[in-house]
């Protein structure tokens, strides 16, 4: 079975700073991971997904994770944070082997990220 | 905009009552799936469908709940008898044949 940890549920950051956001998987099969932003009262949007091709993946807004399998990891990152980065950020990996019959997301708790100016 | 959407976007009833939320997903997709997210934790998968087929159904799923999608187009999530511990978001999402899911932006439902 898949699972995913997202270590710290809140994290601070000055304007400019490096954001890095953690994420750990564990999956029996490669896995599909995804990260997600959510802004306040809306739904979720994908920032990135892996899928099995790069190990560094580009996505939306600045963001980029890198799959490292030896350590579980899909962190995320952005070089310099912005004030419009604050949301709640979560890591999802995708069940069952891909084009499966399921194909739902299992979800992190989530990590809320704050910009100080 | 052609995005998922999601009515109502918030619900406020009375422990007991029965609530019927509504989702359309993005038109070309054939998947569509629903989840709960509570207060401080990430969304929790409730079930899915393929086209009007619902294939998977998560424990969480109580039998109060029912989800139906009867023309593979537009789906429904009612849950009867509500209860206080109901009270959450409710999301619905949308993917081409297990691509990337888009979400629509939720029905808060609160459960006096």
């Known amino acids: 079975a898949q699972s995913v940890t997202q270590l710290g549920s809140h994290v601070s950051v000055s304007e400019g700073a490096l954001v890095l956001l953690r994420c750990n998987y564990s999956?029996?099969?490669?896995?599909?991971l995804f990260w997600y932003v959510q802004y306040p009262n809306q739904g979720l949007q994908l920032l990135l997904k892996y899928t099995s091709a790069a190990t560094l993946v580009k996505g939306i807004n600045g963001f980029e994770a890198e799959f490292k399998k030896s350590e579980t990891s899909f962190h995320l990152t952005k070089p310099s944070a912005h004030m419009s980065d604050a949301a709640e950020y979560f890591c999802a990996v995708r069940s069952g082997n891909y084009g499966g019959s399921q194909g739902n997301l299992i979800f992190g708790k989530g990590t809320k990220l704050s910009v100080k100016p | 905009d052609t995005g998922v959407s999601q009515n109502p976007r918030h619900k406020i009833t009375k422990r007991g009552q029965n609530v019927t939320f509504r989702c359309d997903p993005i038109?070309?997709?054939?998947?569509l799936y629903w989840y709960r997210q509570t207060l401080g934790q990430g969304p929790e998968f409730l079930t899915y469908f393929q086209n009007e087929a619902q294939l998977e159904k998560s424990r969480l799923l109580s039998d109060r709940f029912s989800a139906e999608r009867p023309k593979g187009s537009f789906s429904t999530l009612e849950i009867q008898r509500t209860e206080q511990g109901d009270s959450a978001m409710y999301l619905c999402?949308?993917?081409?044949?297990?691509?990337?899911?888009?979400f629509g932006p939720g029905t808060r439902l609160t459960v006096l």
């Open positions: 999956s029996s099969v490669p896995p599909y």
């Open positions: 038109s070309e997709h054939n998947r």
């Open positions: 999402a949308s993917s081409l044949k297990g691509n990337e899911q888009f």
